[in-house]
């Protein structure tokens, strides 16, 4: 189940990114991404709840197209490096995972695995689950924290370091 939960922890990443780069853009860029960044954390959230992608043509076809999306943004100044950079791994990284999902389904394999897939799922002993689910969530954490801080809203953000409110007790 770990690393099965890997492609909804990147969704939720993602999704947070096209929010903060939404955050402050124009119009059409805003409703866009803000769109974009909503369906991704509703995606995650599916994901999880059924245990298995949901829409993997359409995952296939959104990864890859808010990643060229993403790139035309950036080149129009319209998007900083770093969260292109950032969504595009998780967004590539999503996209690659329904297109292994999609050759075996062609191949025959769906049926087949999972039952498969359910047995050894659950036969992952808890701790190693674990350690997947904190693995992902420190990798997405590092891909979306230095990415969000290069956002508008990030801009706005406490900076780092620093307290507010009372400064000598």
Known sequence: MSLR??????????????????AGSPLGVLLPLTALGVAE??????????GRMP?????????????????VLALLDLMAWMPLVSSS??????????AVTLRRAARGHEGRGSDAEASARSAVPAG????????????????????????????????????????GH
């Open 41 to 50: 954390l509703v995606w995650g959230i599916v994901m999880l709840r059924q």
């Open 128 to 167: 190693r689950a674990l350690i997947g689910v904190v693995a992902g969530a420190l990798l997405v954490s590092g891909l979306t924290t230095p990415a969000l801080a290069q956002t508008n809203a990030g801009d706005y953000a406490v900076p780092h370091g620093e307290m507010t409110g009372h400064h």
């Open 55 to 71: 829409l993997v043509r359409t995952t296939l076809a959104v990864g890859v197209l808010a990643t060229l999306g993403g790139l």
């Open 5 to 22: 939960m890997w492609p909804a922890l990147f969704a939720w990443g993602a999704g947070l990114i096209h929010i903060a780069v939404a």
């Open 89 to 98: 791994v998780m967004l590539v990284a999503i996209a690659g995972i329904a």
